[in-house]
T-cell receptor, first 110, second 113 residues
Framework: KQEVTQIPAALSVPEGENLVLNCSFT??????LQWFRQDPGKGLTSLLLIQSSQREQTSGRLNASLDKSSGRSTLYIAASQPGDSATYLC?????????FGTGTRLQVFP | SAVISQKPSRDICQRGTSLTIQCQVD?????MFWYRQQPGQSLTLIAT?????????ESGFVIDKFPISRPNLTFSTLTVSNMSPEDSSIYLCSVGGGGRGYTFGSGTRLTVV
């Protein structure tokens, strides 16, 4: 049974810092891995999708890597801004469903 | 990627009543997914809805409590029945899968009093 864990659970940083959010999964037979952002009380916004054959994806200040052999994905946020404050969720896609991580709650203060 | 319109965005309901949540997709999709996110928790899949057949429910979720309709390839509803305060959560619908990733609706924030 796939289990997805994210560390840290919460992070509070001053703006301008480069950040690393970690995601671990127990079953390496994933089809793809997706990172989402969730603002309080809202739905999910897709940030990056990494196919199982890929090692990383980039979008603006965001970069996500995937290492299936070690069961890890990392989301890098460059030059963080207060607008980046949200909860970040990773989700691994196995066979027929998404399994979500526990989330990292990020606060970037001015 | 598909665009999903979900409503209502939030509601406050009395215990013992039911609430129906709607999701409309701007393109035809085979499967739609319904999730629950309890306060402070991550997302849990409730069921998968296929057009023309009964929804498939995950362990711990039953049709009597969460009936789902899927009348066509662009629309689905989830009803939360006989609500109690423990049903207070965010409910989300989703489409996608395979190499395209998943898209989510904006969520319904339900409070049961």
């Amino acid at each position: 049974k796939q289990e997805v864990t994210q560390i840290p659970a919460a992070l509070s940083v001053p703006e301008g810092e480069n950040l690393v959010l970690n995601c671990s999964f127990t079953d390496s037979a994933i089809y793809n891995l997706q990172w989402f952002r969730q603002d309080p009380g809202k739905g999910l916004t897709s940030l990056l999708l990494i196919q199982s054959s890929q090692r990383e994806q980039t979008s603006g200040r965001l970069n996500a890597s995937l290492d299936k052999s070690s069961g890890r994905s990392t989301l890098y946020i460059a030059a963080s801004q207060p607008g980046d404050s949200a909860t970040y969720l990773c989700a691994a896609y196995n066979t027929d469903k998404l399994i979500f991580g526990t989330g990292t709650r990020l606060q970037v203060f001015p | 990627s598909a665009v999903i319109s979900q409503k209502p965005s939030r509601d406050i309901c009395q215990r013992g009543t039911s609430l129906t949540i709607q999701c409309q997709v701007d393109s035809q999709v085979t499967m739609m997914f319904w999730y629950r996110q309890q306060p402070g928790q991550s997302l849990t899949l409730i069921a998968t809805a296929n057009q023309g057949s009964e929804a498939t429910y995950e362990s711990g979720f039953v049709i009597d409590k969460f009936p789902i309709s899927r009348p066509n390839l662009t629309f689905s509803t989830l009803t939360v029945s006989n609500m109690s305060p423990e049903d207070s959560s965010i409910y989300l619908c989703s489409v996608g899968g395979g190499g395209r990733g998943y898209t989510f609706g904006s969520g319904t924030r339900l409070t049961v009093v």
